[in-house]
């Protein structure tokens, strides 16, 4: 599965996108099996077709984007729960940003 990050700055996008009424929350603060204060949240975005991934701990905050992988249904439908490969993409993201980040996300 091919994936592609954005260039710009995703949190500053995730942060315009949750002012607006076109997202999906699939996940909110959802928090670490082993580090409970670490949330893990996943967002789609309605206009981009892309999946926002914000890993937080309240006192650092790491945010990146990737481009879903489906064309159909479109995002605006899947407000039922994220598709598997939605899934995949997402959590392979999540997996990614916590390897980068982990030092700095388990400090407390």
């Given at each position: ?14 942060e ?5 009424k ?9 928090p670490?099996?082993?580090?409970d ?5 996943i967002?789609g975005?309605?206009?981009?077709n ?5 890993i ?12 879903s ?11 039922w ?7 995949d993409?997402?959590?392979?993201l ?15």
């Amino acid at each position: 599965m091919k994936t592609t990050h954005t260039p710009d700055n995703p949190e500053a996008r995730l942060e315009a996108l949750l002012k607006t009424k076109e997202f999906i929350p699939f996940h909110v603060d959802l928090p670490d099996k082993e580090y409970d204060y670490v949330k893990l949240s996943i967002y789609g975005a309605i206009k981009t077709n892309e999946l926002f991934v914000k890993i937080t701990n309240d006192r650092v905050t790491f945010v990146e984007a990737v481009s879903s992988p489906l064309i159909a249904p479109a995002m605006a439908e899947r407000i039922w729960g994220m598709d598997a490969e939605d899934g995949d993409a997402a959590f392979s993201l999540a997996n990614q940003l916590w390897e980068k980040h982990k030092a700095d996300l388990i400090k407390r």
